[in-house]
């Protein structure tokens, strides 16, 4: 099996290279990444550096929006696992135009480039939970009502939409996969960056942690290796998973208030919490209902929030002691 990762450079890329290389039935993963958005100075594949990953690992520096057909059927790929996306709620807010460029016509763009390939590739999508919009109901299933509230979140419905009537349509093999508040190693620390990797880092620098609004939000916060093993499996009972949605969460909310003492006692900081006026369309609350991942593919979050976290932490200590 061949397998193209789109976004590979990226928090849940990197990962998904290092598991699918080490599976028996993959004889080649090929990742695409412009590295215009990675957390790393240098090789952000050093992450995963194995014996298994440098035999079988192939990467490409391009945008994805390059993948045509043409070089598509030259990959000659079973898999393609679709990350690549801007995913910055606050950003998209200001570069509107990036994000639709992006996130909903390269998609498009891609999904036809794909329907006119020789074998048709079975299709992952990767998704947001940010689709759904202020929660009706908790925890969230499937089914429930879109009302998205960003920029960010109308373009990943829109390209959910494109993937969908791929399917609709032509009977395209495609999954769509709307993925919880996932944090871990190797997640990008910038201007907009999540909520986790940002509070780490402050906290490790003794910084005090600005919480918007008065942190009583709610999140599902689930731990990368959990999140990309759901893709794993994905992967391999592609054949039952044809034109199905997941959910991948915890099913578990922790608010933020909450996520930064846990934080703050397990970096052993001195920081603080500061609170500040928050984001008119920020979200009251998710959580996930993972009943659909359970039931078709087997799959369970095995990591607990702290367990996650400390692995986190451990990982982000290195590069704040190298001044980053």
């Not at 290279?17 to 990675?38: A, F, Y």
Request: with cysteine; net charge negative.
């Amino acid at each position: 099996m061949r397998v193209l990762v789109t976004g590979a450079a990226g928090l849940y890329g990197v990962h998904t290279v290092e598991r699918l290389c080490k599976r028996d039935d993959v004889e080649r993963v090929i990742g695409v990444d412009d590295l215009s958005r990675n957390f790393l100075d240098t090789d952000p594949f050093q992450l995963v550096d194995s014996p298994e990953v440098r035999e079988k690992f192939e990467f490409i520096k391009m945008d994805f929006r390059g993948l045509d057909n043409i070089l598509l059927n030259k990959l000659d790929v079973d898999v393609v696992i679709h990350y690549a996306a801007y995913v910055s709620i606050p950003e998209s807010m200001e570069v509107p135009d990036k994000y639709f460029e992006v996130n909903e016509l390269g998609t498009f763009n891609l999904c036809q480039n794909l329907l006119a390939t020789r074998n048709q590739p079975f299709l992952i999508y990767a998704s947001s939970p940010e689709v759904y919009g202020t929660p009706i109901m908790k925890p969230m299933d499937i089914d429930h009502p879109m009302y998205p509230r960003s920029f960010y979140a109308v373009t990943k419905l829109a390209a959910e939409k494109h993937c969908h009537v791929l399917h609709q349509w032509y009977n395209y093999p495609v999954a769509i996969v709307r993925n919880f508040n996932t944090f871990g190693e190797n997640q990008n620390v910038w201007s907009y960056s999540a909520v986790i990797c940002n509070f780490i880092m402050r906290a490790l620098r003794n910084e005090p942690l600005i919480i918007h609004n008065d942190g009583r939000q709610t999140r599902d916060f689930l731990y990368v290796k959990d999140a990309v093993r759901a893709y794993e499996m994905i992967v391999e009972k592609r054949k039952q998973c044809k034109g199905e949605i997941f959910n991948i969460g915890t099913g578990k909310e922790t608010s933020i208030s909450d996520l930064a003492d846990i934080i703050i006692r397990l970096t052993h900081s001195h920081s603080g919490k500061e609170y500040s006026a928050g984001r008119s369309a920020d979200l009251a609350g998710l959580c996930a209902d993972i009943s659909r991942a359970r039931e078709k593919i087997g799959w369970m979050p095995e990591y607990s929030l702290e367990d996650g976290l400390l692995r986190t932490i451990d990982w982000y200590s290195k590069y704040v002691q190298k001044g980053a």
